[in-house]
């Protein structure tokens, strides 16, 4: 079982940037392919980027693709997701989310493992 905590959330206007983390516990994070995913008011939670246990493999979103980055550091057991050219749309709750596979899925109902979400809001 893994522990999720996210943080590096809140308010940047269109065109900034911001960096997410998630930082795991337990001694056996590479066991885990990761997801960020996101979820508006009153919208569903979509899938935002995704990062294979090992880090080499690595996929995203298309509304997000060029713009986010996502990478993960093993000895740190934390996932990153870089976010440039930030819109008003990227607005939501950014969640990180782990599942004991090689390589990450796109549907949040694959995922056992959640962090508690951080705060992303995007101002024009």
């Known amino acids: 079982q893994v522990q999720l905590v996210e943080s590096g959330g809140g308010l940047v206007q269109t065109g900034g940037s911001l960096r997410l983390s998630c930082a795991a516990s337990?001694?056996?994070?590479?066991?885990?392919?990761m997801g960020w995913f996101r979820q508006a008011p009153g919208k569903e939670r979509d899938f935002v980027a995704g990062?294979?246990?090992?880090?080499?493999?690595?996929n995203y979103a298309d509304s997000v693709a060029g713009r986010f980055t996502i990478s993960r550091d093993n000895a740190k057991n934390t996932v990153y997701l870089r976010m440039n050219s930030l819109k008003v749309e990227d607005t939501g709750v950014y969640y990180c989310?782990?599942?004991?596979?090689?390589?990450?899925?796109?549907?949040?109902?694959?995922?056992?493992?959640w962090g508690p979400g951080t705060p992303v809001t995007v101002s024009s």
């Open positions: 989310a782990a599942q004991s596979t090689t390589y990450s899925g796109t549907n949040w109902r694959q995922y056992p493992y």
């Open positions: 337990g001694r056996t994070f590479n066991s885990y392919a």
């Open positions: 990062i294979s246990r090992g880090g080499v493999s690595a």
